[in-house]
């Protein structure tokens, strides 16, 4: 049993990890599951498949400079930054880890939440234009939490800051771990098995820039998060690409067993359709965050006081996040021989027991050896620093909502302190609890894009309305 002693008693770290854990099955369990894709479906439908319908509209306005309003980043920028937080260790390890824990088939269904979380990061950019505020420093602050206390006020009447509150509060605790210590421990290791340098070193590095970065605020993130992020996810991209060109016979079949797998009786050991499928979604919304309210903060930012359109730009995060990169990852997984199954049972067997990175590193590294690794090496890195710089801003802007403007330096001090930390330390129980903080945040999230999905629905008509009337004029 392991103790922690102090003056009061002993706590058994054992026991609150299994309290963590429970508290954990829900927040990740099947009924947070439907709860998120069904809140996509829902939007999905009202806003008539809004998220594929402007695709191409959206990738127009994401590049314009046809855009007005108060704001601190532009939506570009925005952008870039909510992908910095979601595009990182779940697009490599996460992907990796689905397949190993679920099956090939797990890929479907990390499709098929990116594909309804469209509408969910749509539905959470709109209303973070349309309820953000301006803090006594001048800059924009918004998400959930103000589109709750705000919101659902207007639309129902009394006091729902409480339920914003709460969002805050397990964004605050989330961001420490998920998007801060578990980082810094993903870059040092990486580092260290890349080139052998120690993680007191890869950690203070990662410090100092991190503190470089953050200290001016959320315009120097933007600036930086809108070069690291596209470099990063083309140089991948790319490197992917070349993979599967070089193995295009074996894509064909790769494919063949993500869809064969997703509907599979079977899945790993001889599990339910049901592990499948879980996987698939938990990790399809750990990858992309559609739906657990992190994204529309950075949305709030922009400068843009145009909701709809900032909401159209913001159904991009799951495609670009997942439906691109996570697809890449899968693929170069699959056509690399690792992962095989059983054309009898249907039963999944991977190389040397390989999962997370090691499976994606190793896969990559088989098509190009030295080079695929490297690759991925260095994707880890600048996607898991880009994370760092991320959820910084969310950290922040939680705490902000519960204790005020002044309370951000003690937080700026504690994060750039955290990083280092984390690079140097064994972080099990953060990860444990951070990811749990991080599922709890949907909860909240999610009642509001329900709660105020009509308001969603009439001002994508309305808006749809006049852009037609411009058109007939």
């Not at 599979?264 to 965050?289: H, M």
Request: aromatic share 12%; proline share 3%; hydrophobic share 50%.
């Amino acid at each position: 049993m392991r103790t922690y002693k102090n003056s009061k008693g002993v706590l058994n770290l054992d026991a609150l990890n299994a309290i963590i854990n429970q508290i954990n099955s829900f927040a990740w369990g099947g009924i947070m599951i439907v709860f998120l894709v069904g809140t996509g479906v829902v939007l999905t439908i009202g806003t008539r498949v809004v998220q594929f319908r402007k695709l191409g509209y959206a990738f127009k306005l994401l590049f314009s400079k046809d855009h007005v309003g108060e704001g601190d980043i532009t939506p570009f920028q925005a952008l870039m930054t909510s992908l910095a937080a979601t595009i990182g260790t779940g697009n490599i390890a996460g992907v990796a880890g689905a397949i190993a824990a679920g099956g090939p088939g797990a890929v479907f269904w990390m499709w098929v939440t990116a594909a309804f979380g469209g509408a969910t990061k749509y539905g959470e950019a709109l209303l973070a234009i349309k309820y953000r505020t301006t803090n006594e420093k001048g800059e924009k602050s918004g998400g959930p939490m103000y589109y709750i206390k705000l919101g659902m006020a207007d639309r129902y009447g009394g006091d729902w800051s409480w339920l914003g509150w709460l969002f805050a509060f397990f964004g605050t605790v989330a961001s420490f771990g998920i998007g801060n210590m578990v980082q810094s421990n993903s870059v040092a290791q990486s580092v260290q098995i890349s080139t052998g340098v120690s993680p007191m070193i890869t950690g203070a590095v990662v410090a100092v820039a991190t503190a470089l970065v953050i200290l001016g605020g959320i315009q120097s993130i933007g600036k930086v998060t809108e070069k690291i992020v596209p470099a990063m996810a083309v140089i991948y991209v790319i490197g992917a690409l070349a993979i599967l060109f070089k193995n295009a016979d074996m894509v064909p079949a790769a494919f063949g067993m993500i869809f064969s797998n997703a509907f599979s009786a079977k899945a790993v050991g001889g599990g339910l359709l049901g592990t499948v499928i879980r996987f698939g979604v938990a990790r399809g919304v750990f990858s992309n965050e559609a739906g657990l309210g992190s994204a529309p903060i950075a949305h709030a930012a922009s400068q843009n006081d145009d909701p709809v359109r900032q909401g159209i730009i913001g159904s991009l995060g799951s495609f670009l996040d997942t439906l691109v990169v996570c697809t890449m990852t899968a693929l170069v997984i699959l056509v690399s021989g690792l992962v095989t199954l059983d054309p009898v049972t249907g039963l999944m067997s991977i190389k040397d027991g390989l999962s997370g990175a090691a499976l994606t590193t190793t896969a990559f590294d088989l098509a190009f050896p030295g080079l695929g690794g490297m690759v991925v090496s260095f994707g880890l890195i600048f996607f898991a620093f880009s994370t760092i710089l991320g959820w910084y801003y969310y950290g922040s802007k939680c705490l902000e909502y519960i204790a005020g403007v002044k309370a951000i330096n003690i937080y700026k001090a504690a994060w750039i302190g955290l990083v280092f930390f984390g690079a140097i330390y064994k972080v099990g129980f953060v990860w444990n609890l951070s990811d749990t903080f991080n599922g709890l945040m949907a909860i909240p999230n999610l009642i509001a894009l329900l709660a105020l999905s009509p308001l969603i629905f009439a001002m994508t008509n309305e808006s749809e309305k006049e852009e037609s009337q411009k058109k007939a004029s």
